[in-house]
């Protein structure tokens, strides 16, 4: 994931920089986004293992992805004017180090709640690191050549949306030196310490600028907001629904309603007040809140329906989730070059495929429930990753799709930041309605999940006609 700052820097002369220096900046910045996601996307098959040995059950679970996302997404824009004031380098590199040394907490971790904090903080310090991508590539990379460093992204991180789950199985199963799903973080101090010395020494330097203005309420808000409410809807499914979740709810709620207060008073606001006046901008954001949250949540059940219904190995489950990996995967990379065509028709054929192949796979698993094999699961895992592919390559384009160019910064940067914020309630919400009503078995606890899924998806498709109907480009051309 490569995330705009809001201010992006306007010039690419790069004066001086050799062609070999550009491309090793550029394999540092690669390097940091795969780690991101990786550590991002691991968890999605890791969490039963985890929770297996550490105790902590459906809680720990719900917390594993959510956590991580949370801390991401509250503080991505944040992070990015951090990189405004403070300088890119500099930003990067704390984040990286912090990112690096959380890994090991995560991999040392002996309870469930010093694991959840150690992957709040990876979260955090991975905010530091990404939104830093597009302005060091800006300062090393001519205006006419970038456009071959940005074409990488999508490639690269689609691998690394496949590799990521396999690693974990595979590194679970493995059983390195008795320390079952440790490894899959403790790798990071090799693949992290690596790409923090090639980035001490390659990165330029810069020194920021102090104006910048940092709107640290705001984002204190946004946090309080996410947790609470996060925090609130797990305790109440792991727990009962006792006073402790309803106040949690309420407090959430409350610091919602102070940072909707605070996006109208601030100097300079997380999300850009006039944005939100934009129809089609607002439209797009509340479209991908719903549906990445939903099919975040998909993919986590889908996993645990794999290993708690069909009794699959870890490394068993992450293959078994490669057909709707490379779905996603195939969809993203074709959907660049139809979106100037087609707008924002792709959106709604997108929702439409994740439909269809959540409908199968409703189909497929009240049928036959836990009795079903993981041949018959191909083809439907594989349409739902190519209608989410179809979505992720193509909503947030067309969201900004009638935003103003001064604009374009701040839309950028938020959007991302709700999609990780989303991935977070996804993880939560979804999972919530799987393991409350397991009861009936995990065959059930899918089937009802598919359901909501399905409902969801739905519910977003009179949305698209809300959308502006092109992305930026082809208004332009």
Known sequence: MLTESDNAPTTHSAPGVPARKRWAVLGVVLAADVLDLVDATITNVAAPSIAQDLGGGPALIQWLGASYALALGVLLVLGGRLGDKYGR????????????????????????????????????????????????????????????????FGPVMGLSAVGGPVLAGFLIDADLGGLGWRPMFLINLV??????????????KDGGDPTTSIDGLGSALLGATMLGLLSGLIEGSANGWTALPVLL?????????????????????????????????????????????????LLYVISLFLQQGLALSPSDTALGLLPLSAGIVVASIACHGLIGRFGRALVLAGLLITL?????????????????????????????????????????????????????????????????????????????????????????AMTVSLVVVAGVTLLCCPLVRLLPRKAPDARHH
């Open 89 to 152: 380098r500099r930003l990067f590199l704390v984040g990286l180090t912090g990112f690096t040394l959380a890994s090991l907490a995560c991999g040392l971790a002996p309870t469930p709640g010093t694991l959840v904090a150690a992957r709040l903080a990876q979260g955090a310090f991975g905010a530091l690191v990404i939104p830093q991508g597009f302005g060091i590539l800006g300062a090393t990379w001519p205006r006419e050549q970038i456009g071959k460093a940005f074409s990488l």
């Open 191 to 204: 693949l992290g310490g690596a790409a923090l010395l090639a980035a001490v020494r390659l990165l330029p």
């Open 249 to 297: 709810l309420v407090a959430g709620l409350a610091a919602f309603a102070l940072f909707c207060r605070r996006q109208s008073t601030a100097r300079n606001p997380l999300i850009q007040p006039s944005l939100l006046h934009n129809r089609g901008f607002t439209s797009g954001l509340v479209l991908g809140v719903v549906f990445f949250a939903a099919v975040s949540g």
């Open 356 to 444: 269809t192949g959540t409908g199968w796979l409703l189909a497929q698993t009240a049928a036959t429930g836990t009795g079903t094999s993981t041949w018959a699961l191909v083809p439907p895992l594989l349409v739902i990753g190519l209608g989410m592919g179809t979505c992720f390559g193509t909503v947030y384009d067309v969201t900004i799709g009638d935003i103003a160019p001064a604009e374009a910064g701040s839309a950028s940067g938020s959007l991302s930041a709700v999609q990780q914020l989303a991935n977070a309630i996804g993880a939560a919400t979804v999972t919530t309605v799987f393991f409350k009503t397991a009861d009936g078995g995990r065959g059930h």
